[in-house]
């Protein structure tokens, strides 16, 4: 099985600043991931796909990055409402996987 | 409007069986991908199945041999049957629409979630 690691688990920041989220795979995927951001009592709600890619109607500040083992998801400046749970995915192969999480919190 | 509802969860003695249904519509489910995912309690998101538009299955190791996925194409519905369950199969499930392309796969459309119970 294919092993996703974000890294932080959690971190705090404050409206306006500018995060970066990390997440590894323990093997090439190429470009299969995606990334979701998680509000607590609510479902997943997808940010971008195929690493680099924004989904329909989510803000122009969430942005991917990376290829093969290695990706980012930065906020380049952070509203209220982005204080949530971020997951990275990898659907390269079975059985997809998920990362563990980051926990995005209000300084 | 896509929307996704689940149902089916509740509380189940272990070695019980289950059935969660997942009825969807503004989207044809047998010719899309439909896709289960669970949360147990403060955890993060572990995949659990997946449907193909073409009947091909797939299930998390997990799950194999427990849990059956399947649609009803009638009732534009896809249900995820649940046998043999165990305390550790407690979790909120959600099931999700799952887009897939040539170099890219992901879920765009998820349900609000059911949560089943494993425990005596």
């Known amino acids: 099985d294919i092993q996703m690691t974000q890294s932080p688990s959690s971190v705090s920041a404050s409206v306006g600043d500018r995060v970066s989220i990390t997440c590894r795979a323990s093997q090439g995927i190429n470009n299969w991931l995606a990334w979701y951001q998680q509000r607590p009592g609510k479902a997943p709600s997808l940010l971008i796909y195929a690493a680099s890619s924004l989904q329909s109607g989510v803000p122009s500040r969430f942005s991917g990055s990376g290829s093969g083992t290695d990706f980012t998801l930065t906020i380049s400046s952070l509203q209220p409402e982005d204080f949530a749970t971020y997951y990275c995915?990898?659907?390269?192969?079975?059985?997809?996987?998920f990362g563990q999480g980051t926990r995005l919190e209000i300084k | 409007e896509v929307q996704l509802v689940e149902s089916g969860g509740g509380l189940i003695q272990p070695g019980g069986s289950l059935r969660l249904s997942c009825a969807a519509s503004?989207?044809?489910?047998?010719?899309?991908?439909m896709s289960w995912v669970r949360q147990a309690p403060g955890k993060g998101l572990e995949w659990v199945s997946i449907?193909?538009?073409?009947?091909?299955?797939y299930y998390a190791d997990s799950v194999k041999g427990r849990f059956a996925i399947s649609r009803d194409n009638s009732k534009n519905t896809v249900y995820l049957q649940m046998n043999s369950l165990r305390a550790e199969d407690t979790a909120v499930y959600f099931c999700a629409r799952t887009l897939r392309g040539y170099n890219y796969a992901y879920s765009d459309y998820w349900g609000q979630g059911t949560l089943v119970t494993v425990s005596s």
């Open positions: 449907l193909y538009s073409g009947g091909t299955t």
């Open positions: 503004g989207f044809t489910v047998s010719s899309n991908y």
């Open positions: 995915q990898q659907t390269n192969s079975f059985p997809v996987t």
